[in-house]
């Protein structure tokens, strides 16, 4: 493609495939473009729920570092609506830690994601702890578990 910087359609091997271009855009700090190429992969992968969750995720974190704290949250819930429906617990895990450290994190709402990732995380075949380390930003992987435990107790 002609005066482009990065071409989104050409999908091979070797190439660049679905959410590529979101993420090399978000890296360049070309948050609009990432936006832009993410809402492609949206479309043309809609039958790829990976591709599907991966982008909403990348629109969130663009649009939280734009800050549209709405928009971003938006995008995020739809990635984690889709990881969850779609049984990708490691996708939703991503999710909700990115919608904690982009969103929530700098409204003091970290709490209201902490039951959804602790179930995230019971649906996975380590122990708690070991996931830990992958949420970074202080994300205590066995506290979520805990909140998700109290969430279902209070349910019954």
Known sequence: AQDTVIDCLPCTDGMMAACDCADVFESLERYEEAITAAQVDIKNYEIFPPAIIQSYNAIGRCQAKLG????????????????????????????????IVHVLDAEGRREEQMAGLGDAISRMAMAPGEYTAILGSGIDAEAAVAAFARSATQRK
């Open 68 to 99: 549209r704290p709405e928009e971003a949250t938006a995008a995020f819930q739809a990635a984690i609506a889709e990881a969850h429906d779609c049984e990708f617990p490691f996708l939703e895990l991503l999710a909700r830690r990115d919608f």
